[in-house]
Nanobody
């Protein structure tokens, strides 16, 4: 398994941008699909995006398509989430997660390792 630590959350106005980072430690980071999930207050945790082990393939939830971009740097053991045109409904705790499954596996149960989460708050 890998250990994951997110950073980069904060408070931003609607229309603004944030870049989240997820630093990994442990073995074989470059063999894992990496994903981002989020959980808003009172709601279940939901899939946001995922990237394949080599970075060639990505998958996005419809709600963030065209606004968010996932990327990874395997040499730095880090995955990123660039969030642009943020909306108040993007407010949530964002979690980084690692999986041995396909980027099209969007269920929490498909992910083996999780970070502690980072808060993103978008004000209107």
């Amino acid at each position: 398994q890998v250990q994951l630590v997110e950073s980069g959350g904060g408070l931003v106005q609607a229309g603004g941008s944030l870049r989240l980072s997820c630093a990994a430690s442990g073995r074989a980071f470059n063999t894992y699909t990496m994903g981002w999930f989020r959980q808003a207050p009172g709601k279940e945790r939901e899939f946001v995006t995922a990237i394949s082990w080599g970075g060639a393939s990505t998958n996005y939830a419809d709600s963030v398509k065209g606004r968010f971009t996932i990327s990874r740097d395997n040499a730095k053991l880090t995955v990123y989430l660039q969030m642009n045109s943020l909306k108040p409904e993007d407010t949530a705790v964002y979690y980084c997660a690692a999986s041995k499954r396909s980027i099209y596996s969007t269920f929490e149960s498909g992910y083996d390792s999780w970070g502690q989460g980072t808060q993103v708050t978008v004000s209107s």
